[in-house]
């Protein structure tokens, strides 16, 4: 009796030993299966809940363009993750006298599944910081912020898409401790998000099939960060395995005219490229909400492919001109 119980219980370990070897764990299943993945992003919004006077941007049209996309990534059978390369506070006095309460709130309502810490989030006292924390529904994420030796904030989150296990990273500028007053971060260290990256995306990528990576770093050009400490590019050539940048801090659109570089001049309503780095798609959407950005992947038997991208305006009323030399509101 034993010893049959015995073998029967060495076969399922046998079993699942093979299982082990052709999917590793954590691993997505199912073979041969096109998962649509849409990630939703936006950064460096700087308290602009409201519309500006012209009535662009503003949580609520966000809104509005946010559930517009998620229904229909839905009725194709898609997912969509929402996330925000960070720096919420600091920019207007309806905002700023808040403390950005009516910023997380909303966000929250929105539905962000995470965000990236940014330098601004350490423009108040921590206990704010900390406050803004329960204000939101979601994950603020950064790896290589420390307080007393410990990480302040979880370093990622994990989300289940349908089976598909997206990791997604948190990073925060290392500049950070230059930028804001020191007697307000004392005991908390920036350490380089870099080096913490390099440690946990070989982590990542053995729980995960797909990895994104949330940053607050800024996007330089071809890495040429000047006398900034170094960004996404550098990042994406000095890590490999990371899926996707959402980033932020740079506050610019990130479309590309050709390889390394960007354009500055571009203009909303216009097809957008975002950067590629070392297999990593690197996207920003600007600052304040003016835009949306939109990513949409497939992901078949562990590849992850952008199909389109592009920057969606909310309300944004700049007027352009079009190839047949009239004008239009974008
Ligand atoms: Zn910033």
């Given amino acids: 009796m034993h010893i049959a119980l015995k073998s029967v219980s060495l076969s399922l370990l046998a079993a699942g030993l093979l299982t082990a070897c ?4 954590g691993k997505n299943n199912y073979l041969d299966k096109t998962y649509k993945i849409t990630i939703l992003h936006t950064n ?22 946010v ?8 009725a194709e059978g898609g997912y969509t993750l929402l996330l925000s390369g960070g720096d919420v506070n600091t920019g207007v006095p309806e905002s700023d006298l808040q403390d950005a309460e009516p910023d997380f709130r909303a966000m929250s309502r929105i539905g962000y599944d995470a965000m990236a810490v ?16 329960g204000w939101a529904s979601f994950p603020m994420l950064s790896a290589n912020i420390y307080q007393d030796g410990r990480r302040m904030f979880d370093p990622y989150a994990m989300f289940n898409l349908g089976g598909v296990k997206v990791a997604v990273l948190g990073l925060t500028t290392d500049d950070t401790a230059k ?7 004392q005991g908390i260290e920036f350490k380089s998000p870099i080096a913490e990256a390099a440690k946990l995306v070989p982590e990542l990528r053995q729980k995960a099939d797909i990895v994104i990576a949330a940053t607050h770093m800024g996007h330089y050009p071809d ?8 960004g996404d590019v550098e990042m994406a050539r000095a890590v490999k395995g990371i899926d996707l940048i959402v980033g932020g801090h740079g506050q610019n659109p990130v479309c590309m005219k050709a390889e390394n570089v960007r354009d500055d001049a571009y203009v909303p309503g216009q097809p957008c490229a975002p950067d590629r780095q070392n297999g990593a798609w690197i996207v920003q ?24 991208y592009q920057l969606i305006p909310v309300n944004l009323k700049k007027t352009v001109a079009t190839a047949d030399g009239k004008t239009e509101k974008v």
Avoid: C, S
């Fill in 22 to 25: 052709t999917t590793p764990p």
């Fill in 44 to 65: 460096d919004h700087h308290g602009r809940f409201w519309p500006n006077a012209d009535g662009e941007y503003g949580l609520a049209a966000q809104k509005t363009v």
């Fill in 67 to 74: 559930d517009k996309v998620r229904a229909e990534v839905k």
């Fill in 118 to 133: 940014g330098n601004h989030e350490f423009d108040k006292l921590v206990p704010v910081l900390m406050k803004q924390r």
């Fill in 179 to 185: 930028m804001v007053n020191p007697a307000q971060i």
């Fill in 223 to 230: 890495g040429q960060h000047g006398v900034n400490a170094p």
């Fill in 285 to 308: 959407a600007h600052e304040w909400g003016k835009y949306v950005g939109r990513a949409d992947f497939e992901f078949n038997n562990g590849k992850f492919k952008l199909v389109k």
